[in-house]
């Protein structure tokens, strides 16, 4: 063995015995069938689950944009084109932005994601008959295969993502009226609009028999399909805790300080950098907040709005990590542009918040809206601040850089593609965001 190569070995088992809370590279997945994917895969790119059959899962959530949408807090029902060329639709425009940042779908169909949404207010709970909290607690349907479908199950029912607003459709009709679950509710009614699509029932045939289709039917399908796609443990990190893979020496030093000095593994531990639990830590409020449509505050109190504890106040989900460079914005209303820039709020939270520059958030306009309302309100930006759980820490320049290129490591090429692509057309026959 050579000098260099000797030297090389060193380093890295010098780093190893540093970084002595590494992860385990031994995430579990959930098993898939390879027709109900594919099914998934057409669900998850159709507009037909929309109210107004103009928004897919994947207006929010495309791979262009790493499975997110690129914009600090997106435009749904309402909105017209993909990503960051997303516009207001002038002769249909929306109530509001949607109050929280798009977040990337890689890695859900492992079985330690057992808690969904910025404030977590779906996740198991062995103590309840379905083993699932949710919203809508004991009037949630039942018949789901697993907590990521339980999720799908979401989004169509918010008029801002894709329900549609002002009653202007059935699926809307029925979420005004409160008509969510049952006979007559927006899941039976979108369930029995796929249903009415010859392909989508013969491709339900092979997957469910001939039994009436159900929504869980289809959130089953669109959540193997998530599973599959978006898989991401084959990143230099992954195939470096596997032994079969090196780190360069930058990213080797980011390592060090990620699971030492910075800290930053406190929260962001595990295989996938997240502890899965809430924490606040002073980020700005950008945009509606998080309401009912009889209030009028912007505030955003985070976990507090599910457990009604005001220790939880202000606390968010951990995000994971994966592919994090190519996610942008960050923060649950995507207050930060850059990935510096959230890694810089960490260290000192508080002298960021009341400093923070609003010219970086990702928001399309919308004629008459002040997204900047809680942040010229002295009482919140207290609120927030007095909430925060991290202590200061001091990094060089020179050591964020490496920071980041530690975070370079945990990007998945082959989830950031995808296993599918997207399809060129759907069996609605609707466009499909390209």
Same mark, same amino acid.
């Given at each position: &063995?050579? /000098? #260099?190569?000797?030297?090389?070995?060193?380093?890295?088992?010098?780093?190893?015995?540093?970084?002595?809370?590494?992860?385990?590279?031994? $995430?579990e997945?959930?098993s898939v069938?390879?027709?109900?994917?594919?099914?998934?895969?057409?669900?998850?790119?159709?507009?037909?689950?929309?109210?107004?059959?103009?928004?897919s899962?994947?207006?929010?959530?495309?791979?262009?944009? $790493?499975?997110?949408?690129?914009?600090?807090?997106?435009?749904?029902?309402?909105?017209?084109?993909?990503?960051?060329?997303?516009?207001?639709?002038?002769?249909? *425009?929306?109530?509001?932005?949607?109050?929280?940042?798009?977040?990337?779908?890689?890695n859900?169909?492992? !079985?330690?994601?057992?808690?969904f949404?910025?404030?977590?207010?779906?996740?198991?709970?062995?103590?309840? *008959?379905?083993?699932?909290?949710?919203?809508?607690?004991?009037?949630?349907?039942?018949?789901?295969?697993?907590?990521?479908s339980?999720? /799908?199950?979401?989004?169509?029912?918010?008029?801002?993502?894709?329900?549609?607003?002002?009653?202007?459709?059935?699926?809307?009709?029925? %979420?005004?009226?409160?008509?969510?679950?049952?006979?007559?509710?927006?899941?039976?009614?979108?369930?029995?609009?796929v249903?009415?699509?010859?392909?989508?029932? #013969?491709?339900?045939?092979?997957?469910?028999g001939?039994?009436?289709?159900?929504?869980?039917?289809? !959130?089953? #399908?669109?959540?193997?399909?998530?599973?599959?796609?978006?898989?991401?443990?084959?990143?230099?990190?992954?195939?470096?805790?596997?032994?079969?893979?090196?780190?360069?020496?930058?990213?080797?030093?980011? &390592?060090?300080?990620?699971?030492?000095?910075?800290?930053?593994?406190?929260?962001? !531990?595990?295989?996938?950098?997240?502890?899965?639990?809430?924490?606040?830590?002073?980020v700005?409020?950008?945009?509606?907040?998080? $309401?009912?449509?009889?209030?009028?505050?912007?505030?955003?109190?985070?976990? &507090?709005r599910?457990?009604?504890?005001p220790?939880? #106040?202000?606390?968010?989900?951990?995000?994971?990590?994966?592919? %994090?460079?190519?996610?942008?914005?960050?923060?649950?209303?995507?207050?930060?542009?850059?990935?510096?820039?959230?890694?810089?709020?960490?260290?000192?939270?508080?002298?960021?918040?009341?400093?923070?520059?609003?010219?970086?958030?990702?928001?399309?306009?919308? @004629?008459?809206?002040?997204?900047?309302?809680?942040?010229? @309100?002295?009482?919140?930006?207290?609120?927030?601040?007095?909430?925060?759980?991290?202590?200061?820490?001091?990094?060089?320049?020179?050591?964020?850089?490496?920071? %980041?290129?530690?975070?370079?490591?945990?990007?998945?090429?082959?989830?950031?593609?995808?296993?599918?692509?997207?399809?060129? /057309? %759907?069996? !609605?026959?609707l466009?499909?965001?390209?």
């Amino acid at each position: &063995m050579s /000098t #260099a190569s000797s030297s090389c070995l060193a380093f890295l088992c010098l780093a190893r015995v540093a970084c002595a809370d590494l992860p385990v590279a031994d $995430a579990e997945f959930m098993s898939v069938d390879s027709a109900q994917v594919e099914l998934g895969r057409l669900l998850f790119y159709d507009p037909i689950l929309s109210g107004n059959k103009a928004v897919s899962c994947a207006t929010c959530h495309h791979p262009k944009h $790493a499975t997110a949408d690129g914009l600090s807090l997106g435009l749904g029902d309402g909105g017209v084109g993909l990503g960051t060329d997303r516009v207001v639709d002038k002769k249909n *425009p929306p109530e509001q932005r949607i109050p929280r940042n798009a977040p990337a779908l890689f890695n859900l169909g492992a !079985s330690e994601f057992n808690v969904f949404f910025h404030d977590g207010r779906l996740e198991a709970d062995p103590e309840r *008959p379905s083993g699932i909290r949710t919203p809508l607690g004991a009037e949630m349907e039942a018949g789901f295969a697993n907590l990521l479908s339980a999720q /799908t199950m979401f989004p169509v029912l918010s008029p801002d993502e894709m329900a549609g607003h002002y009653s202007e459709n059935d699926v809307a009709q029925a %979420v005004r009226q409160g008509l969510l679950t049952g006979e007559g509710g927006a899941w039976d009614i979108l369930s029995k609009r796929v249903e009415s699509i010859p392909e989508y029932r #013969a491709r339900f045939d092979g997957v469910i028999g001939k039994k009436p289709v159900r929504f869980t039917d289809i !959130s089953d #399908a669109i959540a193997a399909f998530v599973a599959f796609e978006w898989r991401a443990d084959n990143s230099l990190f992954d195939l470096y805790l596997r032994g079969v893979g090196r780190l360069n020496a930058e990213q080797m030093q980011g &390592m060090q300080l990620f699971y030492g000095k910075a800290t930053c593994a406190t929260c962001h !531990s595990g295989q996938f950098q997240t502890d899965h639990a809430f924490h606040a830590i002073a980020v700005p409020q950008i945009g509606p907040g998080k $309401a009912g449509r009889f209030e009028t505050h912007s505030r955003d109190t985070g976990r &507090m709005r599910v457990t009604g504890d005001p220790a939880d #106040a202000y606390a968010f989900r951990t995000p994971s990590l994966r592919n %994090v460079l190519h996610t942008a914005p960050y923060g649950h209303a995507g207050s930060h542009a850059t990935l510096e820039g959230i890694i810089r709020h960490h260290l000192d939270p508080i002298g960021s918040l009341k400093a923070y520059a609003p010219s970086q958030a990702v928001l399309p306009e919308i @004629d008459g809206v002040d997204d900047l309302r809680a942040l010229s @309100d002295a009482a919140e930006i207290k609120a927030i601040a007095s909430a925060n759980q991290l202590t200061p820490i001091f990094l060089t320049d020179d050591e964020i850089a490496l920071i %980041v290129a530690f975070l370079g490591a945990l990007t998945d090429e082959q989830s950031l593609r995808g296993g599918l692509g997207v399809p060129k /057309t %759907v069996p !609605s026959g609707l466009p499909v965001d390209q």
